[in-house]
């Protein structure tokens, strides 16, 4: 009776034996569901083995092996188990984390059709169909077959409904290619580089400015993957940029199909999209970090937009990094990788300038007659805000208006105020559950912890000395709002950001609305920072940015740069002229004096050395074991345990004492942590591989705590 070993998503580092009536190598990579215990999970076959080490008696017959879809295949379960050991978490979990939702379940998949197209009654109704939904639905249609996905569900149905659009088998015709711009030569000189090199793997850093004209050159490589019938991956780093980019594909890539993976894409549109691009039907795999996993049987290319974004690394569950991942995707499928940015990170910069990826650069803007913006530096000590708009940006905003030009005030604290205090006897409002302080929400009066959730309405007086003179102090993008709103009555004041967008379908409204004018100025966090073309804003104001200055976090001034110098790049996209004004008390401070002659490189270089002297990534490898509980003590004390349970064998590394995290208490959790650090990945690999089997073995009690593998917070 053969074994099946499968991969159960328990925090339990191996596999578990069933016994089956039947089963072939070819049932390796298959979903089966199987009992634990009185629940029935759904798992993946990773081995098919004569004898188990079970006694007889404890092997339980496995349930029915899910045919439902082709087994994944050997590759993608190469990659699920290089992150599992990397990542130091069990193979069960890592595939659980990957697969849709869809696909977790012990059911079997009952998907409609993939794609549909007109039916000769379909193409007759064209042109004479009436009802707008449904002329569009034809539209959209088109001339081949379409995924599903591609159609309003409603508008669908009514389609098939009257004969006009059916489940089709034909094929596809070959995707095109539809070049628009003519390349800039620095354009020609990256694409060039990438598709005449020798096949093979390759990682490409895609340095160019913003509005230089990345994306171009993603295209180009893209088409040149599609025309070697290869299929194409490419990650961003936000949900909202998939539309943008999607509609550009779709466009430019006609015949093409395209399928999006990101958490926002409905359950049974994702384990579709899943499937298109294990078949290979789908040619781009577009989506955020978790499409990283996409089964791609034909992967000829890999393209990480915005690499340095601190969203491609996963924060809970399996760790992972998406980016770090892709490349090792690409080296594996020998393929190239291509990482773009305007601002890289120090890794992916350390790496081109020792020649292990090869960098490429873009230093000017693509769009004739487009410039980088002039950044000013308004020096907040001279000119003082006043309400948090100095005169400098008031005025700059007021002659916006008076051209009909839009405006963006950047500023990256959503809210309406961070603190809300009693003047009286100095009482701040502070999460009961967090080492943090509650942030006033005036569009629906709460008050709302950003790190737990936690929310509670705003008191009319003070719960200590019964002051009602309740005052929230410093400012967040609902208070700007406001302030904007009365100081430019005729202005129209839109707020993007993160609770402004969280309703289905806001995001895409403001989207329009920018683009057709119908906003003069925009308030909003790092949302509006990211990839987003904006060609209206002529103006980026940004307020409180010295606030991040003052972070003890080591990566903050990559981040901030990063940040500021993507907020920037939204100015004078199109023709008109660029201007970014920077209120700062810090004018001479080297990162805004980078920022102002738009030097990556100098800037990338002061960081790098400094790390290196200091001993921080890239220079050095790290990871962490964390810990949570009820009290601090029980924490600390877990970690305590844990270094006494470390391997002896500490070569080439550095195991530093646990300690309390800096947001220390987190949703009514204690947290500490234990760093290791070591300048060899192997030494590192091989300590954390010895040491998670002894966690796996410790009594924890009540304590939780994971590993986090080049961790990026702490
Ligand atoms: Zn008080
Ligand atoms: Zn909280």
């Not at 910069?349 to 530096?377: C, F, I, M, N, Q």
């Not at 990534?617 to 345990?641: K, N």
Request: overall charge positive; aromatic content about 6%; charged content about 20%.
């Amino acid at each position: 009776m053969p074994i099946l070993r499968v991969a159960l998503d328990l925090p339990l580092p191996r596999l578990f034996d069933y016994a089956a009536a039947e089963a072939s190598p070819s049932d390796v990579g298959r979903r089966i569901a199987v009992p634990f215990g009185r629940r029935t999970l759904v798992g993946v076959i990773i081995e098919i083995a004569a004898e188990s080490a079970l006694a007889p008696e404890r092997l339980r017959p496995a349930g029915p092996i899910l045919d439902d879809m082709p087994a994944l295949p050997a590759e993608w379960l190469a990659v699920a188990r290089f992150a599992s050991e990397y990542y130091q978490r069990p193979l069960g979990e890592v595939i659980h984390a990957a697969l849709p939702t869809r696909l977790r379940r012990p059911l079997p998949l009952r998907l409609p059709p993939a794609a549909y197209a007109l039916t000769d009654a379909g193409r007759a109704a064209v042109l004479p169909a009436r009802a707008k939904a449904k002329r569009a639905a034809l539209d959209l249609l088109g001339d081949g077959p379409q995924p599903a996905s591609a159609l309003p569900p409603a508008a669908l149905r009514a389609l098939v409904r009257d004969g006009l659009a059916a489940p089709a088998e034909a094929a596809r015709p070959a995707p095109r290619f539809v070049e628009e711009h003519a390349l800039t030569p620095a354009q020609v000189a990256a694409v060039s580089a990438i598709t005449t090199a020798p096949a093979g793997y390759q990682a490409y850093l895609l340095a160019g400015v913003t509005g230089s004209g990345k994306t171009e050159v993603y295209l180009h490589c893209i088409a040149r993957a599609l025309a070697s019938e290869r299929q194409a991956l490419v990650l961003v780093p936000e949900i909202n940029l998939t539309p943008q980019m999607r509609d550009e594909f779709a466009r430019r890539f006609p015949g093409a199909r395209v399928v999006t993976l990101t958490s926002a894409v409905a359950a049974n549109e994702r384990a579709e999209a899943w499937l298109a691009a294990q078949s290979g039907a789908a040619q781009i795999v577009l989506g955020t970090r978790l499409a990283v996993f996409a089964p791609l049987p034909a992967l000829g290319l890999v393209v990480v937009d915005e690499e340095q974004d601190a969203s491609f690394k996963q924060q809970d569950g399996v760790r992972y990094s998406a980016r770090d991942l892709a490349v090792y995707r690409a080296h594996a499928a020998g393929v190239p990788v291509v990482l773009g940015s305007a601002t890289p990170s120090l890794e992916s910069w350390t790496h081109a300038r020792s020649g292990r990826y090869r960098l490429l650069e873009l230093k000017a803007r693509a769009r004739p007659g487009s410039r980088l913006p002039d950044v000013r530096l308004v020096d907040s000590r001279v000119d003082p805000p006043v309400e948090g708009l100095s005169a400098t940006l008031a005025e700059a905003l007021a002659a916006r208006l008076a051209r009909h030009e839009q405006s963006l005030v950047f500023l990256n604290r959503r809210g309406y105020a961070p603190v809300l205090a009693c003047g009286g006897c100095g009482w701040i409002g502070g999460c009961t559950r967090c080492a943090a302080h509650l942030v006033l929400h005036t569009a629906d009066r709460r008050l709302r912890c950003h790190h737990c959730g936690l929310e509670a309405a705003i008191p009319r007086h003070c719960p200590v000395c019964g002051n009602v003179d309740l005052a929230p102090f410093g400012r967040g993008t609902q208070r700007i709002e406001e302030t904007l709103a009365a100081r430019f009555p005729a202005a129209r004041v839109l707020r993007i950001d993160s609770d402004s967008t969280r309703a289905k379908g806001r995001w895409e409204a403001m989207r329009g609305a920018v683009h057709r004018g119908d906003a003069d100025i925009l308030v909003g966090t790092q949302i509006l920072a990211k990839g987003h073309d904006f060609p209206r804003v002529t103006l980026v104001g940004v307020l409180n940015a010295d606030a991040a200055l003052a972070a003890a976090d080591y990566r903050a001034p990559e981040r901030l740069f990063a940040q500021l110098y993507q907020v920037a790049g939204r100015a004078g996209r199109a023709a008109a002229p660029g201007e970014v004004l920077v209120q700062t008390r810090y004018p001479d401070h080297p990162l805004y004096q980078a920022l102002v002659r738009h030097e990556f490189a100098p800037f990338a270089e002061a960081l790098a050395a400094e790390r290196r002297q200091a001993g921080f990534p890239p220079f050095v490898h790290e990871a962490v074991l964390r810990a949570d509980s009820a009290r601090l003590g029980d924490a600390l004390g877990f970690l305590g345990r844990a270094l006494a349970a470390a391997p002896a064998r500490r070569d080439e590394l550095s195991v530093f004492d646990p300690v309390p995290m800096s947001l220390a208490r987190l949703a009514g959790r204690e947290r500490a942590q234990l760093l290791v650090q070591s300048h060899s990945r192997r030494a590192l690999q091989g300590f954390l591989a010895e040491w998670s089997q002894a966690l796996y073995a410790m009594r924890t009690g009540e304590v939780r705590w994971h590993l986090d593998v080049d961790p990026i917070e702490f």
